[in-house]
């Protein structure tokens, strides 16, 4: 009997245990070396008998046998000698034709496997090249959109300086023309002033030509009564003595209506020749009083056209601090987008004094507060640091970028004074304003004496001779001449920032 498991014969004794399986098994014929017609095949080969040994556990082995018998089924109808002589005459080489084709199979499967990993490989590598090729694209689509619109902007930006450009011109234009407008009519007021005084004076020279021809006419009467005058008074003292030397009455009161008469003629007459004087002595009046109209109307036309000239005058400021805010708006908005020009506006509210050309580690440009920064007409005066005689570590920068760091070390030190103030400054609503280095406060002199609004005096600057003296670094304005001071002297202060 053989095990129909691993094929091994099972001795007579126990013939339902299999001493090779260790394990309880029915008994029969091996199923791995039954034909067709289920025949038994001892699980031996090359010698006789069923108690050979044992066959290799070799799955290539059995199925080689398998082969066999499939090749061959009269091999599982007899287990004689023969029988298994060919058996195992048949098996080796259906085992070397079954390692060849297994041989040629394994080839064939790395084969199929190595084109399946070079195709992977060259799968990965074109996906790797789309991917870099759309990352390429997208990162050229980005530079376009970037260049266009930075192209946009710069067209923009021109766009707005050439309109705020022909607006001022055309606003000056306007001025102009309306000055030019008032100029003319100040003009024609002028003219129409000028011929009324010529008329004034020609209807001057005709009252004054006919008063002196009234003058003429009434000089015989003048002569007539002053001398009827002097004749009336005679007559009337030699009555007087006549009647004072006869004594008589009747004479006395003939005399005294005589004199009553003669006192009423001479009244008249005297009326007569005060009036003749009078207008003797005012005959060249009106000569005189056409001298004051002359002047009057000279003064007039003097002020009108000094009116004219102060409108035409103001309307001139005017229209030139128009275009001043028109051209400044435009740098500070030019300033804005990255632009700034040295004079111009910052966008702290200041004004740029200073430009690097290019970003630093600090930033590009300077900015100083602008005049009146602090509420008064000047810069205001404070020491340097209080208390003064402190050590400040970390305060040796005496260069441009080098301010906003020292101002910091100060600010850690200081209860108050120059770095305090600055710091304490907070124009065009920025947090970020410091006392300027020693250097910085010498290039704020050079750029911006003439704008700057600076006091003829010294300022500090956040520089100190070394950490622990107590002199530092001033600047006087405006030759901007550096010296050292010592720390409690009260000195001006101007705040700086940098972008």
Not at 220 to 249: E, Y
Not at 325 to 333: D, I, S
Request: proline share 6%; glycine share 8%.
């Amino acid at each position: 009997m053989f095990c129909h498991r691993c094929g091994q014969a099972i001795g007579p004794g126990n013939p339902t245990f299999c001493p090779s399986c260790k394990t309880a098994v029915p008994t029969g014929p091996s199923a791995d070396a039954r034909g067709r017609g289920g025949s038994a095949i001892p699980n031996s080969l090359g010698v006789t008998g069923p108690s050979s040994a044992v066959l290799p556990p070799d799955a290539l082995w059995q199925e080689a046998l398998a082969e066999a018998l499939r090749r061959d089924p009269t091999l599982a109808e007899s287990t004689d000698a023969a029988t298994l002589a060919r058996l195992a005459t048949a098996i080796p080489p259906i085992q070397e034709e079954m390692r060849l084709i297994a041989g040629i199979n394994a080839a064939k499967h790395a084969e199929a496997e190595e084109l399946r990993r070079i195709e992977q490989e060259a799968a990965d590598v074109e996906r790797a090249r789309l991917e870099n090729l759309a990352r390429q694209k997208e990162q050229e689509e980005a530079r376009l959109r970037i260049e266009q619109e930075q192209e946009e902007a710069r067209l923009r930006t021109e766009q707005e300086r050439e309109g705020a450009r022909i607006r001022a011109e055309r606003d000056i234009e306007v001025a102009r023309v309306r000055s030019v407008e008032m100029q003319e009519q100040a003009r024609l007021r002028l003219e129409a002033t000028a011929r009324a005084l010529e008329e004034e004076d020609r209807n001057a020279a005709a009252a004054t030509a006919d008063t002196q021809r009234r003058i003429a006419a009434m000089n015989p009467m003048k002569r007539w009564v002053v001398r009827h005058k002097r004749a009336s008074r005679a007559a009337l003292a030699l009555v007087i003595i006549a009647l004072v030397i006869g004594g008589v009455t009747y004479g006395v009161t003939r005399a005294n209506e005589e004199s009553q008469r003669y006192a009423a003629a001479l009244a008249v007459l005297g009326e007569a020749v005060d009036t003749a004087s009078v207008a003797v002595t005012a005959s060249p009046a009106p000569a005189a009083s056409s001298q004051p109209a002359q002047a009057s109307a000279v003064a007039e036309a003097a002020a009108v056209q000094a009116s004219a000239d102060a409108e035409a005058a103001a309307v001139q400021a005017s229209a030139d601090a128009e275009a001043a805010a028109v051209a400044w708006a435009a740098l500070a908005k030019a300033c804005a987008a990255g632009d700034c020009k040295v004079g111009g506006p910052g966008p702290g509210g200041g004004i740029v004094f200073y430009d690097a050309g290019a970003t630093k580690a600090w930033g590009r440009y300077l900015e100083a507060a602008p005049v009146g920064w602090n509420g008064g007409a000047d810069d205001p005066e404070v020491v340097w640091c209080d208390p003064w005689d402190v050590p400040i570590p970390r305060t040796r920068g005496n260069a441009i970028g080098t301010g906003e760091a020292n101002t910091r070390a100060m600010l850690a030190e200081c209860s108050s004074g120059a770095a305090v103030t600055a710091h304490e400054y907070a124009g065009g609503g920025k947090k970020d304003w410091f006392l300027p280095s020693r250097d910085e406060l010498a290039r704020l002199f050079m750029n911006l004496q003439s704008d700057g609004g600076f006091v003829d005096d010294v300022y500090w600057s956040s520089s100190p001779e070394y950490e622990t003296s107590e002199w530092a670094w001033s600047v006087f304005s405006p030759v901007a001449a550096e010296d050292l001071h010592p720390k409690d002297y009260p000195y001006r202060v101007r705040p700086v920032r940098a972008f």
